[in-house]
């Protein structure tokens, strides 16, 4: 009997609990998810430790809050997430190679057996390298540089000529317009004031009788 009742303890605790694996690399900032549903419970208790859960509480408590108290262990240890929101994951900054292993978080909801419980594996990796800027990089990048200064005197002659041609084209016109506006006038008007004068000579000279 009291095996059987001890069956069924170790199924109830295992209620609420998952594993989480997380990757982090050497220096940056990691973040381990542990969260609730603050519109349902309200502002619950939490602790963070290193290592699994034990039947209650949390084991090599790195931080907790308890009745509104926040303590942490170091300063390295942030919840960045927004507590009153439920957001309770654990940020480790400027993560080392002795941060990584087994963390575990537990939220105590209020009843028998309803803690929400989070194990999470942190695995620590080196960051990956940047691409470097190798010779090569350096030659195309200095090719763009100059290619782009000579497209643009190319565009300027261009609209240079662009505007010369236009200029020319006009004058031309003008030129053309105002021959061919004198070569239509018409000559009669030209002459009739000869005519006339010759007329009046031959008026003025008296005839002899």
């Not at 594993?19 to 900032?29: C, I, L, M, R």
């Not at 009745?67 to 240890?77: A, I, P, V």
């Not at 080196?126 to 782009?148: D, K």
């Not at 006038?185 to 004068?197: A, D, F, V, W, Y």
Request: hydrophobic share 40%; proline share 5%; with cysteine.
């Amino acid at each position: 009997m009291r095996g059987l009742c001890c069956f069924f303890l170790l199924i109830l605790t295992q209620v609420s609990f998952s594993t989480v694996k997380v990757v982090g690399f050497f220096g940056d900032n990691v973040t381990l998810p542990c969260s609730y549903d603050t519109q349902i419970h309200g502002t619950l208790d939490f602790c963070w430790g290193r290592g699994k859960l034990p039947l209650s509480k949390c084991s090599n408590i790195i931080l907790s809050e308890q009745g509104g108290m926040l303590s942490r262990q170091f300063s390295r240890y942030q919840l960045l997430g927004g507590v009153k929101k439920g957001n309770v994951s654990l940020t480790i900054l400027n993560a080392q190679w002795d941060d990584a292993g087994k963390y575990s978080c537990r939220i105590e909801i209020p009843g028998w057996f309803n803690d929400q419980k989070f194990n999470i594996d942190l695995v620590i990796e080196e960051a990956p390298m940047q691409q470097p800027v190798t010779q090569e990089t350096r030659e195309i990048l200095t090719s763009m540089s100059e290619r782009i200064p000579t497209t643009m005197e190319k565009i300027l002659r261009l609209e240079d000529i662009g505007r010369m041609a236009a200029i020319f084209l006009v004058t031309t016109i003008i030129i053309l317009a105002y021959i061919f506006r004198r070569g239509c006038m018409p000559r009669g008007t030209l002459q009739h004031p000869n005519i006339s004068t010759d007329e009046n000579i031959y008026e003025s000279i008296p005839i002899p009788e």
